[in-house]
């Protein structure tokens, strides 16, 4: 048993390490969460944990160095930053009649969940940490049965889900706050860093490319 805490305490540090990164994830977050409140960040990362969910079924399958190909992160690479695009390209188009609300309806949550997962799969660095960092802690927590991918794949998740819950929480707090105006520049700073993140994507895409 201690060492299954083992792995599950240690999962939880390594994720959320990375957890607390700035990335697309984070950005939605705190766009979503000055909107809906704290629910948004958990629904995010709801979608965030159903793909790495199937993500670890596939790494344990051996799919790992087709995930690694540099062709795979290439096509990852500009598809994801297309989709970024279009989120920032929306959010810049709703600016001027943006307004605060406070209600979640069911649609949105399943929209929240769905997001979670895109955001998750349109950057290409997360799909490299899981097919390196990911896979290594993976094939040690098999080592131990079902029982050490469990500990390890709930450690990495729980990690996740309290950070973005955390960050959701504490933007939710503050929504109450919030004009409509300084609202609107919250999501077009947001949807400023969706285009830096998206940019950087097709550099890395052009980089591997070129290599």
């Known amino acids: ?92 188009h709703s600016l001027p009649s943006l307004h605060l609300s406070w209600d979640v309806e069911r649609s949105d949550r399943n929209h929240l969940v769905i997001s979670g997962a895109l955001l998750s799969i349109a950057n290409p660095y997360w799909l490299v940490w899981w097919a390196t960092i990911g896979l290594g802690y993976l094939i040690h927590s098999k080592r131990f049965g079902l029982l050490g991918i469990f500990f390890f794949f709930t450690g990495h998740f729980f990690a996740d889900f309290a950070w973005y819950a955390a960050v959701s929480a504490a933007v939710g707090k503050g929504r109450h706050f919030l004009s409509d105006r300084v609202y609107r520049i919250i999501i077009g700073t947001c949807a400023t860093f969706l285009v830096i993140f998206a940019c950087y994507f097709i550099y890395a895409a052009l980089q591997k490319g070129l290599a």
């Not at 809906?36 to 160095?65: M, N, S």
């Open 1 to 92: 048993m201690l060492v299954l805490l083992t792995i599950f305490f240690s999962s939880f540090v390594i994720a959320l390490s990375g957890a607390m990164m700035p990335g697309p994830l984070l950005t939605a977050t705190i766009s979503e969460s000055s909107q809906r409140g704290f629910i948004a960040g958990p629904l995010l990362i709801i979608g965030h944990g159903i793909l790495e969910l199937a993500l670890v079924i596939t790494l344990l399958l051996g799919l790992a160095p087709f995930l690694m190909r540099e062709e795979v992160f290439i096509v990852i690479a500009t598809a994801g930053a297309g989709f970024l695009l279009w989120m920032a390209l929306k959010m810049f």
